[in-house]
């Protein structure tokens, strides 16, 4: 028996991007999951205190595609950036290094084993489809880039860790962000408003794309030991995901 089809609009939080764009006056600003409308709910889905998510009805995706930002101080605190998986391209590249050694007599090389090391990166796009979506999909692009800046406790520089999710290929993976990258392109719109043209809202909007190429470069620090052995989840799912029963762990997933 085929697995039925999710609809986008009432299971993806997807809306109706033909609807009107503009909210009356008095309406509340209001793009929860419960209530899609025309919008992007999973756009517009503000950043998610780690503490609330057993709150929030989060709208799903045809793949799950997120970023837990960890609390240095308690890595069971953080925040959590919710995109839409409209996905460019993934790049997962595994590295081994090898000391050589030469031997008086031998013409040969022989090798003993160094390092293991792993890069991630991968590409996506941003897109506002209504003008609902434009204030909380940019702010968590404003955090998502601040992965590179340092955070500071007394005086003193340190790094914030994050947990990579796309799909189950890349599941909860901790590590940390070495370069974010976006690009306009000519073809993106581009917010216009002005005082002089608000919307029906009475709402002034940032003069901001609508659209954006997001690229980042991703360095994993595995929560488990890489080696050589079949039951290593280097691309499966080893937190959360999928159960022995068939049955989805993980929040925003039944």
Request: charged share 25%; proline share 7%.
């Amino acid at each position: 028996m085929a697995t039925q089809r999710p609809d986008i609009v009432t299971d993806m939080g997807r809306g109706n991007p033909g609807g009107p764009k503009n909210l009356n006056p008095g309406d509340p600003y209001d793009f929860s999951f419960e209530n899609i409308g025309y919008g992007d709910a999973r756009n517009a889905q503000e950043i998610i205190p780690l503490s609330e998510i057993g709150n929030k009805t989060i709208p799903r995706d045809l793949i799950k595609f997120n970023i837990k930002v960890i609390d240095p101080v308690d890595p069971n605190n953080g925040d959590l950036l919710i995109f839409r998986a409209y996905l460019d391209d993934i790049n997962d590249d595994y590295t081994a290094n090898h000391n050589n050694f030469k031997y008086n007599g031998r013409a040969e090389k022989f090798y003993t084993y160094s390092e293991f090391d792993r890069s991630i990166s991968f590409s996506f796009r941003i897109q506002a489809q209504s003008r609902q979506e434009m204030k909380p999909l940019h702010q968590k692009l404003n955090y998502l880039v601040a992965q590179t800046a340092p955070s500071y406790s007394n005086g003193r520089m340190r790094a914030k860790f994050a947990r990579l999710t796309i799909g189950d290929w890349i599941n909860e993976i901790p590590g940390f962000f070495t370069n974010i990258s976006l690009n306009w392109k000519g073809a993106y719109s581009w917010e216009i408003d002005s005082e002089e043209k608000k919307g029906t809202d009475g709402i002034r909007m940032n003069q901001l794309p609508h659209q954006l190429d997001v690229k980042c470069a991703f360095k994993p620090v595995h929560d488990f030991a890489p080696e050589n052995d079949q039951n290593r989840p280097f691309i499966l799912p080893h937190r959360g995901g999928i159960d022995d029963e068939q049955k989805w762990t993980t929040f925003g997933q039944e």
